[in-house]
């Protein structure tokens, strides 16, 4: 098996789906409706997304591997996602600029992947390209009118680009794994991205006077399978069903 | 009913609730070319364009439509109920205004 290609599938996939979780615990929960139906439109296509990516992952492992297994039998240090998706929906304004902060990543990531030799990521990366750009539409508007809005939602919303933005480096920072599989022509090379991605992001705050510090986590390293405490919680109540149940099925 | 209607409210007088203010728009749906825009419901937004992304959420989910229209509710006169009588009642003895005395081919559909 290609460990490496299964792995950066999993690095691809797992921001999605761990995005995609957090998401869905606001199912219901939304400040309005009209956003609580937005928000978990956007899960349903992040998890559509992670159903490709892991269905291909499966396929390159081979053995008994299935999307389900890939999705739910795994552990903390199996998961190659972000910190910035495993943070708490601790109010709206964590929940938008979190995924303001991954939709202007994606977009670029998805755009580049289009141009992949594999013919797979390239055709996944087609097909994500459009959801990720109304994604971003809808986050980037929603930071502006939250920044833009009032004093108290432009204070909650400094606070949570405070807590978010150290983490947002880690989406933009090579791993090894990332590097040789660009150096293949299957992978982004995350450092092209570098400059429009922190154009995009500070614009934005700029526009709506939101301070984002050059702040940089160091123990941002999800991408290599360490995490926050956060991740254990989420796979907890993700991964029940499965544990509790093995095998189970609809 | 007795109602308190001074409640105490708390020191930090902050706004409860800011959804409860944004203004209710109409939502009209073309379902594909060529066909009319539809009424298929209303919602809440701050403004014109936040209520076309949240009817595109609310109401497109399931390819509904190519095209929305949103118009703001308070933007529409609507007819008084209580002078039903006098505005639709006069029309129900005149089936002579109906097209309906006409052979149509068999070919003519939606008609």
Same mark, same amino acid.
């Given at each position: 098996m ?6 950066y ?6 921001n ?17 409706? &009209? ?8 899960? $349903?296509?992040?998890?559509?997304q ?5 269905q ?15 999705? *739910? ?19 709206f ?6 995924? *303001? $902060?991954?939709?202007?990543q994606?977009? $670029? ?6 141009q ?7 055709a ?6 459009? &959801? ?7 986050s980037?508007?929603w930071?502006?009118?939250l ?5 108290e939602?432009?204070?909650k919303?400094q &606070? ?9 480096? &880690? ?7 990332e ?25 934005v705050f700029?526009?709506?006077g939101?301070?984002?510090k ?9 991408k ?10 989420i796979?907890?109540e $993700? ?10 099925q609809? | ?5 001074? +409640? ?14 944004? +203004? ?39 390819q509904?439509?190519?095209?929305i ?9 609507a007819?008084? +109920? ?10 129900k003895d ?8 006409y052979?149509? +081919? ?6």
């Open positions: 290609d460990q490496d290609l299964y792995k599938l999993l690095i691809l996939g797992d999605s789906m761990i995005l995609g979780h957090r998401l869905s615990e606001l199912c219901g929960h939304g400040p309005t409706l &009209e956003t609580d139906i937005a928000l978990t439109n956007i899960s $349903l296509d992040l998890f559509g992670v159903r490709s990516y892991y291909y992952a499966a396929k390159i492992k081979g053995e008994e591997s299935t999307e389900d297994s890939i999705a *739910f039998l795994r552990t903390e240090r199996q998961y190659y996602n972000c910190i910035l998706v495993e943070q708490e929906n601790t109010n304004a964590h929940v938008i600029v979190r995924q *303001f $902060l991954f939709d202007a994606h977009q $670029l990531l998805l755009e580049s992947l289009t992949s030799q594999d013919e797979t990521i390239a996944i990366a087609q097909k994500s390209l459009k &959801e990720s750009k109304y994604h971003l539409r809808f980037s508007e930071v502006k009118r920044g833009d809005g009032t004093e939602s432009h204070q919303t &606070e949570a680009v405070e807590h978010l933005y150290p983490f947002a480096h &880690e989406l933009v920072t090579n791993t090894s794994i590097t040789r599989m660009n150096e293949k022509g299957i992978g982004t090379n995350l450092d092209d991205l570098k400059e429009e991605y922190y154009k995009t992001v500070i614009d700029e526009e709506v939101l301070v984002a050059d702040l940089k986590n160091r123990f941002a390293k999800g290599s399978g360490q995490h926050t405490e956060r991740l254990g919680y796979l907890g $993700l991964q029940y069903m499965q544990r509790a149940y093995p095998n189970m609809w | 009913m007795n109602k308190d209607k001074n +409640p105490q409210t708390p020191k930090t007088s902050k706004p409860q609730n800011h959804t409860t203010e944004w +203004p209710l728009w109409e939502v009209f749906i073309r379902s594909k070319n060529g066909l009319e825009h539809r009424h298929v419901g209303s919602l809440h937004a701050a403004d014109a364009d936040m209520a076309i992304e949240n009817a595109r959420d609310v109401y497109t989910r399931r509904e439509g190519v095209s229209w949103v118009v703001e509710s308070r933007n529409i006169t007819s008084n +109920p209580e002078n039903s009588g006098e505005l639709f009642e006069p029309a005149k089936i002579y205004r109906h097209p309906t005395f052979e149509l +081919p068999i070919e003519l559909k939606h008609i």
